[in-house]
Structures are given as C-alpha cells and as structure tokens.
C-alpha cells in the first residue's frame, strides 16, 4: 500500500500551473493549423540538414540539387525553413513545379525564416513540428546536420522501428560524414543486441541526387505514394 502523502502546490506556483493548463490549447492550435494547410500536400519529401552551411558549402549545393530534382519529379519539399541545408532544399524546390514548405521554429539563435518558401509554418513546440515532418512525409533526405538533424533522424528510424509510422525511405547523403555513425551502429548497437540487425536496413546511404530521387521511386514501384487505410489509422497515434 502506498502511504505517500502528495504536497498541495504552494501558492507561487498556481501561476504556472494555470500557464501549463492553457499551454495545451496553444498546442492543440499547432497541430490543427499545420494539419489544415498541409493536409492536401503530397506526396512530399522532409529534408534535414545544418542551419550552419553557407551557401557556398558543396552540402548546400547538393542539398539544392536533391530538391529540385524532387520538385521536378512531382515532390512537395519540407524543411525546417531556416537558414543553411533547410535553405537551400526551400530553394531547390522553390524554382520548381512543386511545394516548397517551411516549417519554422522560434529559437532565439539561428533560425530565422529563409525566403524560399511557398507555405510557410512558424512552430513554438518542437514536438508539435516533428510530428509534421514525418505526418506529411513519404521520404526522409538527412544532409549532414548537427543535433538537431541527429534527432530528426533517430526520431524517424525509432518511429519506422516501433510500427508508429508506415515504412518510408530514410537517405542519409554524404557517406563520409556519416561513416562513422554507422559504423558505431553496426559495431555497438548491432553487437550489443540494442536493436536488431535488420535494423540498420531501414537506413539507406546514397550520395548522387538522381539516385536519391530513384531511390524513393523504388520504394513507392508497388504501391501508392498515399498511406493506405492503415497506415492512416497508424498515424492517427503519432
């Protein structure tokens, strides 16, 4: 029997706790607005990527490329809307045929909205924005990026490895950058029986931008691009 005894909130804290409570509507918000302006996007490829890469970085260029080639072949782009790697997908696809999607985060340092944007979502919970990078995605393209891009990319392989979202192409571009994080996948993971060894295959590394865009295509050859009705009912519970 548990005899704990729970301490009434003391007085200074009722604020908060009144903040907290209208905090939830503030959310509730978030996933309705993105959801009502995205919802007839698709199909649509999330991009990932440091804010830190100026425009004259090789990965900056490449991630230009990427996009554009997936607007030519009919892909919605959606970055995080920031400067750098989100920037230059923003670009490649702004000067295409399809949507270009920014979906902004308020920080106090490094993002501010790029310019290249043909819709344009501003976020206050990063939870709230993750959700919609995978919600709306049938791809996910990760350039070499920082913790943020790392959590972008654990976030996606975790929700793809636990079934909570349906099976989609993950790209990781530039083998260098990431060999090593591989590596210690394979090596330690792997070996120490943290995830299963099938596991890795959910990761495809790829570094020609046609490839990339050929890659996505295979994935979709036997099916639609559109989740099926279950998978719709999967993300129902992202």
Do not use: C
């Amino acid at each position: 029997m548990n005899n704990k005894i729970l301490r009434p909130a003391e007085k200074s804290e009722k604020p908060w706790s009144a903040r907290e409570s209208w905090r939830i509507f503030g959310i509730m918000s978030e996933f309705f607005e993105a959801t009502e302006r995205l919802n007839a996007i698709h199909p649509a490829v999330s991009i990932f990527g440091s804010a830190r890469t100026s425009p004259e970085h090789e990965h900056y260029k490449l991630t230009e490329k990427i996009a554009r080639l997936l607007s030519d072949a009919g892909f919605a782009v959606i970055s995080g809307g920031g400067p750098g790697i989100m920037e230059a997908a923003n670009k490649g696809a702004y000067f295409g045929p399809s949507a270009s999607i920014g979906l902004n985060i308020q920080l106090i340092h490094e993002q501010h909205s790029n310019k290249y944007q043909d819709i344009s979502q501003t976020f206050r919970h990063f939870f709230a924005r993750k959700v919609m990078f995978v919600k709306f995605a049938s791809a996910y393209v990760v350039m070499p990026g920082g913790f943020g891009t790392l959590d972008e990319l654990m976030e996606a392989l975790t929700l793809v490895q636990t079934g909570k979202t349906r099976k989609i192409p993950i790209i990781l571009v530039h083998s260098p950058f990431w060999k090593g994080l591989l590596d210690w996948i394979r090596e330690v993971l792997v070996k120490e029986k943290m995830i299963s060894p099938e596991d890795i295959n959910l990761i495809q590394v790829i570094d020609e931008p046609e490839a990339v865009v050929d890659a996505i295509f295979r994935h979709y050859e036997t099916r639609g691009f559109a989740p099926s009705e279950a998978e719709h009912e999967i993300q129902l519970n992202l």
